[in-house]
């Protein structure tokens, strides 16, 4: 898929990276990036902030991975990577100080820094990780508005990504875990100031949260903004193996059981009408519910994560797999029963 007025091409498919250097060494991540690259996945996602969960020992971590695969491999040119600059980091004071935030001075830093981790002279798409303003992402519901909140002007922050593409250093920008306010404004600076028009947006879609259907489908659509679908598992959650409270070794959810989001009692409830509809139609329900995101027509690519080449294998594979029409029909349905349960 090629994005608005951008000659940015999208695979159906994405290369997910935040377990590397937390849950995978850099020779597991090696092979993914080989095995990816092989088969025709040259579309690589990252961000400064990875390994995940963030800490101070593996800042950085991920990138640096990364960086040294396409320097080893001399495939710069075949690939296109994306990465992230953080939004406010009061919560991970290892970034900058804790002092992060989406102006001209962070961007700037955060982005040199990553080149040189990446090792590379450019960034395909450069990202904005999370918003500078006091609004709903990371699953928060209900928002509360703030008269008198400290944010940095979104013109600053794209005359900032403008210079970043001025310079070569960035082809393309993006945004992630933006809300519908916060794209269409982006969109009418670009257009009013003649400024770099974003290319996509990155937030989580699946079958266990569906809001981006809400609001920001429509904008995908009319606007030629397509959705980077992350998190299309729920944490893992569709493969169904966490069914019945099982806590498989190494798995996400078993080593890091604050990331709740996708484990209340309603997605529990929901997963379990999904695993058995993907088994009553023989199908893997990891891939059933990757090829129903990869189906949506505001969708531009799916990013997938894998901890062993066994999972990453089986997501790839997914991109063979069409949903017949009654498949998506009993989804609907079950969508209406257990409507949006994970936030």
């Known amino acids: ?34 095995y ?89 798409l450069y990202q904005l990780h999370w918003p500078d303003r006091n609004c709903n992402f990371f699953g928060k519901l209900g928002y509360t508005h703030q008269q008198d909140e400290v944010q940095t002007p979104i013109v600053e922050t794209l005359q900032a990504l403008g210079q970043l593409v001025t310079a070569g250093k960035v082809r393309y920008i993006g945004l992630s875990n933006e809300t519908p306010w916060g794209v269409m404004e982006y969109l009418r600076l670009a257009g009013e100031l003649g400024l770099p028009r974003i290319a996509t947006i990155q937030n989580p879609y699946n079958l266990l949260n ?63 009408c999904y695993v058995r509809l993907a088994r009553k139609y023989g199908m893997d329900p990891a891939q059933m519910a990757l090829a129903f995101v990869r189906q949506q027509p505001f969708v531009g690519s799916t990013i997938i994560g894998a901890t062993t080449m066994a999972q990453l294998r089986s997501n790839f594979a997914s991109a063979a797999l069409v949903l017949p029409p009654e498949v998506m029909e009993e989804i609907e349905s079950i969508h209406r029963c257990h409507p949006n349960p994970a936030p």
């Open 36 to 124: 990816a690259l092989a088969h025709g996945w040259n579309f690589f996602d990252t961000a400064e902030l990875y390994a995940i969960p963030p800490k101070a020992e593996t800042y950085g971590v991920t990138e640096t991975m990364i960086g040294n695969w396409l320097q080893q491999r001399g495939c710069r040119e075949r690939v296109t990577l994306a990465s992230k600059v953080c939004g406010p980091t009061a919560w991970c004071p290892h970034i900058r100080g804790g002092k992060a935030r989406l102006d001209a001075a962070n961007i700037i830093a955060a982005c040199e820094a990553s080149l040189k981790r990446l090792q590379s002279d450019y960034i395909d």
């Open 210 to 272: 569906r809001s981006y259907e809400v609001g920001l489908a429509e904008i995908s659509c009319r606007e030629l903004v397509p959705l980077l679908a992350y998190s299309p598992l729920g944490f893992g959650v569709l493969s169904g193996k966490y069914m019945g409270g099982a806590k498989p070794e190494g798995a996400r959810l078993t080593l890091f059981d604050a990331y709740s989001r996708y484990s209340s009692p309603q997605t529990v409830a929901a997963t379990e």
């Open 1 to 34: 898929m090629t994005t608005n007025q951008t000659s940015l091409s999208l695979p159906a498919l994405a290369l997910g990276t935040m377990t590397w250097g937390e849950q995978n060494s850099q020779d597991e991540a090696f092979a993914q990036m080989d």
